[in-house]
Antibody, heavy 119, light 108 residues
Framework: EVQLVESGGGLVKPGGSLRLSCAASGFTFSSYSMNWVRQAPGKGLEWVSSISSSSSYIYYADSVKGRFTISRDNAKNSLYLQMNSLRAEDTAVYYC????????????WGKGTTVTVSS | EIVLTQSPGTLSLSPGERATLSCRASQSVSSSYLAWYQQKPGQAPRLLIYGASSRATGIPDRFSGGGSGTDFTLTISRLEPEDFAVYYCQQYGSSPPTFGGGTKVEIK
């Protein structure tokens, strides 16, 4: 079964750090670009960051540039998001999503992990 | 950045009725790289439509997508009880990828 499972969320104080993980299974992880998308409580979806299959291309939303770092380990079938200098507005459910990099779009999503930034 | 505007914000309909959701882009969407997602409370988004009009694997044929350029629609031909949810459009042909604000389809 094709699956993505996020972990690493939790409660952190403003200015703190957190590292999210996304474990992939059931498909050839190294063949796909991957994305992080977040959803603040009661709000819509916001793209956060993307990474190509070999990590050659990395992109960030302006709202997280300079604070978040996306990475992957194809040997471990895992995607990561290192989040530093966290702010209250980073509070959200964070999803990882598989990117076919073709017209087929972002076809597999994890269930998400919740990040709460509060003092 | 391409801004996607969805309308209406909320659609109140009864089971069995037809739902038509709109997604308008601030500039032309590249190669119809336009997707629709369904999201239910507490769940992740689920891909319904990609390439503006192709149904994703396992999606019932009561869901259909159409449009090109800057105007796209998602149609649910006859609403089933499980279709009441929030629907998002997304463009993924230009960087950064962007989502619309969503349309909530609620039971009337």
């Amino acid at each position: 079964e094709v699956q993505l499972v996020e972990s690493g969320g939790g409660l952190v104080k403003p200015g703190g750090s957190l590292r999210l993980s996304c474990a992939a299974s059931g498909f050839t992880f190294s063949s796909y670009s991957m994305n992080w998308v977040r959803q603040a409580p009661g709000k819509g979806l916001e793209w956060v960051s993307s990474i190509s299959s070999s990590s050659s291309y990395i992109y960030y939303a302006d709202s997280v540039k300079g604070r978040f770092t996306i990475s992957r380990d194809n040997a471990k079938n895992s995607l990561y998001l290192q989040m530093n200098s966290l702010r209250a507005e980073d509070t959200a459910v964070y999803y990882c999503a598989r990117d076919t990099s073709m017209v087929e779009g972002w076809d597999v999503w994890g269930k998400g992990t919740t990040v709460t930034v509060s003092s | 950045e391409i801004v996607l505007t969805q309308s209406p914000g909320t659609l109140s309909l009864s089971p069995g009725e037809r739902a038509t959701l709109s997604c308008r882009a601030s500039q032309s969407v590249s190669s119809s790289y336009l997707a629709w997602y369904q999201q239910k409370p507490g769940q992740a988004p689920r891909l319904l439509i990609y390439g503006a009009s192709s149904r994703a694997t396992g999606i019932p044929d009561r869901f259909s997508g159409g449009g090109s350029g800057t105007d796209f629609t998602l149609t649910i031909s006859r609403l089933e009880p499980e279709d009441f949810a929030v629907y998002y459009c997304q463009q993924y042909g230009s960087s950064p990828p962007t989502f619309g604000g969503g349309t909530k389809v609620e039971i009337k």
